[in-house]
């Protein structure tokens, strides 16, 4: 069985053990109705629990809340760029966007002091968001160590709707800080359904496929509340939250695209002229020699600038396909195509860093809750 560790620094590669061992559903049968999608599209938005309900509030113009949450750690990347994009995608459905930065869970976790956490959720994350299309006046931002107090009340109720056992057996061993991270996210996770935040509605919780073990505990401790209903000395009633799960790029050297490993990702505010160098550097699905690839053909499958096509910078699909055809065929060399991914990033950097500095005024406000 395939062990799914929100805090490890393994990359998960069996999605489909996903489905059997944990009962999350295939994203395909939506897939038809969200051509608009690059990551729906594309199968990277791979699985969900219960998106039924959400797609149903789509159709029916019913309201429904995205929720999701940013560990404020190093640089805004490529990685997290395909969040960003999915939390504006939401909005522009008409969700109701709550964006939580985990820095109760950075300290805890990485010992990632408050300060530091406030300026990276601030000046990395919530800026590049803003710098690619968020609409900052529409979101409700908030930090764990800084909220209302109707939320840490929930957060302190919750712990009485799991147990001990349930937590070891979703996440093994078990430390204080990983039983309050857990707690906290429960919260960050159910509480826009408390009355003093727009009370019960389907709420979609887009996330990396290694967030799912707090997913299966919020909905176990949803479950329970509903059976209970008596937070707060009032009826505290919630839809279990849907969850989306998407498949994560490669670093760039393989293995995992990590925040801690500055050549395992392209920061979005970095110089184009470093950006090319850790292109230039990456690992591809190559041959050995030219011949053997113009002979053989290349493995896009395996390889890290092709990630960078798939996920970010070729939008139109023909346009990828005679990527990969031409990388398949031999026809593509490893040389010539991280030129052509070189200038792509590079031209994409420039447009979004001159966004990025006007979006870091913008954001400015929001470093308190
Ligand atoms: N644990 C998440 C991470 O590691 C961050 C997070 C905190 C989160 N609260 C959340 C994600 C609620 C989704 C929903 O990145
Ligand atoms: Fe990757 Fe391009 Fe080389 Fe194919 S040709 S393996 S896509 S770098």
Same mark, same amino acid.
């Given at each position: 069985?395939?062990?799914?560790?929100?805090?490890?620094?393994?990359? @998960?590669?069996? !999605?489909?053990?996903?489905?059997?061992?944990?009962?999350?559903?295939?994203?395909?049968? #939506?897939?038809?109705?969200?051509?608009?999608?690059?990551?729906?599209?594309?199968?990277?938005? #791979?699985?969900?629990?219960?998106?039924?309900?959400?797609?149903?509030?789509?159709?029916?113009?019913?309201?429904?809340?995205?929720?999701?949450?940013?560990?404020?750690? =190093?640089?805004?990347?490529?990685?997290?760029?395909?969040?960003?994009?999915?939390?504006?995608?939401?909005?522009?459905? =008409?969700?109701?966007? #709550?964006?939580?930065?985990?820095?109760?869970?950075?300290? %805890?976790?990485?010992?990632?002091?408050?300060?530091?956490?406030?300026?990276?959720? @601030?000046?990395? !994350?919530?800026?590049? !968001?803003?710098?690619?299309?968020?609409?900052? &006046?529409?979101?409700?931002?908030?930090?764990?160590?800084?909220?209302?107090?109707?939320?840490?009340? %929930?957060?302190?109720?919750?712990?009485?709707?799991?147990?001990?056992?349930?937590?070891?057996?979703? !996440?093994?061993?078990?430390?204080?800080?990983?039983?309050?991270?857990?707690?906290?996210?429960? $919260?960050?996770?159910?509480?826009?359904?408390?009355?003093?935040? =727009?009370?019960?509605?389907?709420?979609?919780?887009?996330?990396?496929?290694?967030?799912?073990?707090?997913?299966?505990?919020?909905?176990?401790?949803?479950?329970? %509340?509903?059976?209970?209903?008596?937070?707060?000395?009032?009826?505290?009633?919630?839809?279990?939250?849907?969850?989306?799960?998407?498949?994560?790029?490669?670093?760039?050297?393989?293995?995992?695209?990590?925040?801690?490993?500055?050549?395992?990702?392209? /920061?979005?505010?970095?110089?184009? &002229?470093? /950006?090319?160098?850790?292109?230039?550097?990456?690992?591809?699905?190559?041959?050995?020699?030219?011949?053997?690839?113009?002979?053989?053909?290349?493995?896009?499958?395996?390889?890290?600038?092709?990630?960078?096509?798939?996920?970010?910078?070729?939008?139109?699909?023909?346009? %990828?396909?005679? @990527?990969?055809?031409?990388?398949?065929?031999?026809?593509?060399?490893?040389?010539?195509?991280? /030129?052509?991914?070189?200038?792509?990033?590079?031209?994409?950097?420039?447009?979004?860093?001159?966004?990025?500095?006007? $979006?870091?005024?913008?954001?400015?406000?929001?470093?308190?809750?």
């Amino acid at each position: 069985m395939e062990k799914v560790d929100p805090w490890g620094s393994e990359a @998960i590669d069996d !999605y489909q053990g996903l489905f059997e061992d944990f009962g999350i559903e295939p994203f395909e049968k #939506f897939r038809k109705h969200f051509q608009d999608n690059r990551y729906v599209r594309r199968g990277i938005i #791979f699985g969900h629990r219960d998106f039924d309900r959400i797609f149903k509030s789509m159709n029916e113009k019913k309201p429904f809340a995205m929720m999701t949450g940013l560990m404020p750690s =190093g640089k805004f990347h490529f990685g997290h760029k395909m969040v960003a994009d999915q939390i504006i995608w939401y909005q522009s459905l =008409g969700a109701e966007i #709550f964006v939580c930065a985990a820095d109760v869970e950075s300290w %805890l976790m990485r010992d990632v002091t408050f300060e530091q956490a406030r300026d990276i959720a @601030i000046n990395e !994350y919530l800026a590049n !968001y803003v710098a690619l299309g968020l609409n900052p &006046k529409k979101i409700k931002f908030w930090f764990q160590s800084d909220y209302r107090n109707e939320y840490y009340r %929930l957060r302190d109720k919750a712990s009485k709707r799991v147990t001990f056992n349930e937590m070891k057996a979703i !996440y093994g061993e078990l430390t204080p800080g990983k039983i309050v991270s857990v707690l906290a996210q429960i $919260a960050d996770i159910l509480h826009p359904q408390l009355p003093e935040f =727009g009370g019960p509605r389907p709420v979609v919780v887009p996330v990396g496929a290694d967030q799912d073990p707090h997913l299966r505990l919020t909905r176990d401790a949803a479950s329970r %509340l509903n059976a209970e209903r008596e937070m707060g000395g009032r009826d505290f009633e919630c839809v279990p939250p849907s969850s989306t799960y998407h498949k994560f790029m490669r670093g760039l050297q393989g293995g995992k695209m990590s925040s801690s490993d500055p050549k395992s990702y392209i /920061a979005l505010s970095e110089s184009p &002229k470093d /950006a090319v160098n850790k292109i230039m550097s990456a690992k591809t699905g190559g041959r050995a020699t030219v011949d053997e690839q113009r002979e053989k053909g290349g493995v896009p499958e395996d390889c890290t600038i092709y990630d960078l096509f798939l996920y970010h910078l070729v939008d139109d699909d023909k346009e %990828l396909e005679k @990527i990969y055809m031409g990388c398949k065929k031999g026809g593509r060399i490893c040389g010539e195509c991280k /030129a052509n991914c070189s200038d792509m990033v590079s031209k994409f950097l420039h447009e979004h860093q001159k966004r990025l500095e006007k $979006a870091k005024g913008i954001v400015k406000g929001f470093s308190k809750s």
